[in-house]
């Protein structure tokens, strides 16, 4: 069976060409990722607006690109299949309404892809991984730990109560002068930093519950930027390492936490599993790797074109989700927030 899949609901116009096997296995024919970084630079952050307009402009051309890289025609494709949310909620539409065009057009069947979910099941895509396993999302939108039970199950087992690791990142970033996004330039600088230097508090450390908050760091390495001001280049590095430990201090924590809790029980994860932008980062991906052997469970990390925003993994969860004779309606509603352990209506 061959998906294609849009993507839209962030700063990544997406669209992928996905084939799934009658065995399960899946294959990436073609997929196509344009960032819109560039237009969102000047401003530091993703800037709705902007977005919407810059997935309208190119969505055409992403598409056809797809389908030109995958050698196939959209008479091939089994279904289209689009991101319907969470996120930015003009991108969403722009997205959702594209795909069931071209899905009453072609006279396909159509998949309204929850973005989360497809983060969720896209390590099914690279490789057979049997369920239930344990999933850290870690985006700039998205930080959760999520139990993935089965296509369409999903069981929350922590989350944060404010800002997303990967915002927390773009924060320190910007307000170290390091541009956007955050994430590589932070990771980049805390290479030639001192990670002892500041104290920087480690939120939620040692709770019961697998959550997380990250706020509060990001205040306290403001306060310590501020306290030395004006900073020198080593000053930046420092302030990098220093918050990058506590970040990792924190994941490591929270993760031992999650799994811990699930480990004698009937939802022993068979893995751990890590998604969104943050996994990019090599010094969290090291100290996961010894936190989930110490704890015996196999860690795996999807390639990074994976890991970020892209349209292989909404047209995969929509294959999975065909797979199980699930398909969605053209009247279904773009959302800009639907919850993963929340259940939706398939026809
Ligand atoms: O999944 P993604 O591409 O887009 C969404 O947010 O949906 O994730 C982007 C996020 C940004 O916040 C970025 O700063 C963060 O992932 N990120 C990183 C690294 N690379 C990207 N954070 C920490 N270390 C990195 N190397
Ligand atoms: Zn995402």
């Given at each position: 069976?061959?998906?294609?899949?849009?993507?839209?609901?962030?700063?990544?116009?997406?669209?992928?060409?996905v084939?799934?096997?009658?065995?399960?296995?899946?294959?990436?024919?073609?997929?196509?990722?344009?960032?819109?970084?560039?237009?969102?630079k000047e401003?530091?952050?993703v800037?709705?607006?902007?977005?919407?307009?810059?997935?309208?402009?190119?969505?055409?051309?992403?598409?056809?690109k797809?389908?030109?890289?995958?050698?196939?025609?959209?008479?091939?494709?089994?279904?289209i299949?689009?991101?319907a949310?969470?996120?930015?909620?003009?991108?969403?539409?722009?997205g959702?309404?594209?795909?069931?065009?071209?899905?009453?057009?072609?006279k396909?069947k159509?998949?309204?892809?929850?973005h989360?979910?497809?983060?969720?099941?896209?390590?099914?895509?690279?490789?057979?991984v049997?369920?239930?396993?344990?999933?850290l999302?870690?985006?700039?939108g998205?930080?959760?730990l999520v139990?993935?039970?089965?296509?369409?199950?999903?069981?929350?087992?922590?989350?944060?109560?404010?800002?997303?690791?990967?915002?927390?990142?773009?924060?320190?970033?910007?307000?170290?002068?390091?541009?956007?996004?955050?994430?590589p330039?932070?990771?980049?600088?805390?290479?030639?930093?001192?990670?002892?230097?500041?104290?920087?508090?480690?939120?939620?450390?040692?709770?019961a519950?697998?959550?997380?908050?990250?706020?509060?760091?990001?205040?306290?390495?403001?306060?310590?930027a501020?306290?030395?001001?004006?900073?020198?280049?080593?000053d930046?590095?420092d302030?990098?390492?220093?918050f990058?430990?506590?970040?990792i201090?924190?994941?490591?924590?929270?993760?031992?936490?999650?799994?811990?809790?699930?480990?004698?029980?009937?939802?022993?994860?068979?893995?751990?599993?890590?998604?969104?932008?943050?996994?990019?980062n090599?010094?969290?991906?090291?100290?996961?790797?010894?936190?989930?052997?110490?704890?015996?469970?196999?860690?795996?990390?999807?390639?990074?074109?994976?890991?970020t925003?892209?349209?292989?993994?909404?047209?995969?969860a929509?294959?999975?989700?065909?797979?199980?004779?699930?398909?969605d309606?053209?009247?279904f509603?773009?959302?800009?927030?639907?919850?993963?352990?929340?259940?939706?209506?398939?026809?």
């Amino acid at each position: 069976m061959l998906v294609l899949g849009i993507e839209t609901t962030c700063d990544e116009t997406a669209a992928s060409v996905v084939h799934r096997g009658a065995d399960g296995v899946g294959d990436i024919r073609s997929n196509v990722v344009y960032s819109q970084i560039a237009e969102h630079k000047e401003f530091g952050g993703v800037v709705p607006e902007i977005a919407a307009r810059a997935h309208v402009e190119v969505l055409d051309q992403v598409i056809s690109k797809a389908l030109i890289d995958a050698q196939v025609r959209l008479s091939d494709c089994e279904a289209i299949a689009a991101a319907a949310g969470p996120g930015l909620i003009g991108g969403v539409i722009v997205g959702l309404t594209e795909a069931k065009a071209i899905a009453l057009a072609a006279k396909k069947k159509f998949v309204a892809v929850n973005h989360l979910e497809a983060h969720a099941l896209s390590v099914r895509l690279i490789g057979r991984v049997d369920f239930p396993y344990l999933l850290l999302l870690a985006s700039g939108g998205h930080t959760q730990l999520v139990l993935v039970e089965d296509i369409g199950r999903y069981r929350k087992i922590g989350g944060t109560v404010d800002d997303a690791i990967g915002e927390a990142f773009d924060k320190a970033g910007k307000m170290l002068g390091l541009g956007y996004p955050g994430g590589p330039a932070v990771e980049q600088r805390a290479l030639e930093g001192d990670p002892q230097r500041f104290d920087l508090p480690r939120p939620m450390f040692g709770r019961a519950e697998p959550d997380f908050s990250l706020s509060g760091l990001k205040t306290a390495l403001r306060i310590e930027a501020e306290a030395i001001a004006p900073l020198s280049e080593q000053d930046v590095s420092d302030l990098c390492a220093s918050f990058q430990a506590a970040v990792i201090d924190v994941i490591a924590d929270r993760t031992r936490v999650a799994l811990r809790k699930l480990r004698d029980t009937v939802y022993k994860p068979t893995a751990f599993v890590v998604a969104g932008g943050v996994a990019a980062n090599q010094a969290i991906r090291l100290m996961l790797e010894s936190e989930t052997a110490r704890l015996d469970t196999p860690l795996i990390v999807p390639p990074q074109a994976l890991c970020t925003d892209n349209g292989a993994m909404i047209a995969w969860a929509a294959a999975e989700r065909l797979a199980r004779g699930m398909e969605d309606t053209l009247d279904f509603a773009p959302r800009p927030r639907w919850p993963l352990a929340e259940e939706k209506q398939s026809a």
